[in-house]
């Protein structure tokens, strides 16, 4: 996968006649990927992973629904950085009834992470209408107003209620606390 992701930026970075150039490119691009997961925390296997996401979910103060991967393989942190990972066996839509929308999850999800705010999200695609709009960034906004806010690259966001993105479990403890969270 990290080849063709490499081979993919090349084939949009200029044309060089050098092939050395283009060798030299491959390798900057790798230690680039290695260089942001050094000092990474890496567990393996479906439910580890899957703990991790919801024990990140969770720190973060996002509803544990908002990340509904499957078959996760390896998940990372670094928490120096907030750099994190997750890499799942294979693509996955999910559709969201609560905001009535479609996500799309490549099979590698990453971000930068802090309380109430993941940043420079790559691997996650919304639909809007009959596009795919790619989503990179994820926001908590004021407790009070119980609002999740997704943006694109160009900054547009859009804003639902932080219960369309709430397990069943998560949905019933709010129900039954009222507003007291």
Same mark, same amino acid.
């Given at each position: 996968?990290l080849a #063709?992701?490499l081979?993919?930026?090349?084939?949009?970075s /200029?044309?060089?006649e050098?092939?050395?150039?283009i060798?030299?490119n $491959?390798?900057? %691009?790798m230690?680039?990927? %290695?260089d942001?997961r050094?000092g990474?925390?890496i567990?393996h296997?479906?439910?580890e992973? @899957?703990?991790q996401?919801?024990? $990140? #979910? %969770?720190e973060?103060?996002f /509803?544990?629904g908002?990340f509904?991967?499957k078959d996760l393989?390896e998940?990372?942190r !670094?928490k120096?950085?907030?750099? !994190?990972?997750?890499k799942?066996k294979? /693509?996955?839509?999910h559709?969201f009834v609560?905001s009535?929308?479609r996500?799309s @999850?490549?099979t590698? !999800?990453?971000?930068y992470v802090?309380k109430g705010?993941?940043?420079?999200?790559?691997g996650?695609?919304s639909? $809007?209408?009959f596009?795919?709009v790619?989503?990179? %960034?994820?926001i908590?906004?004021?407790p009070?107003t119980?609002?999740?806010?997704f943006k694109? &690259?160009?900054?547009?966001?859009?804003?639902? &209620? !932080?219960?369309?993105?709430?397990?069943?479990e998560e949905n019933?403890k709010?129900?039954k606390?009222?507003?007291?969270?």
């Open positions: 996968m #063709l992701k081979l993919a930026s090349l084939y949009e /200029p044309v060089s050098n092939p050395g150039h060798c030299l $491959l390798i900057t %691009e230690a680039l990927v %290695e942001k050094a990474a925390v567990v296997g479906a439910q992973c @899957y703990q996401s919801i024990d $990140l #979910l %969770e973060m103060g /509803p544990k908002v509904p991967l393989a998940c990372g !670094v120096e950085t907030g750099f !994190v990972w997750m799942q294979a /693509p996955y839509e559709y609560g009535n929308t996500a @999850y490549e590698e !999800v990453t971000a802090e705010r993941m940043k420079k999200m790559t996650i695609k639909k $809007l209408v596009l795919w790619p989503i990179t %960034e994820m908590m906004e004021e009070s119980k609002k999740i806010t694109t &690259p160009m900054g547009i966001g859009r804003s639902f &209620p !932080v219960t369309a993105f709430m397990t069943e019933q709010y129900m606390n009222g507003d007291e969270e």
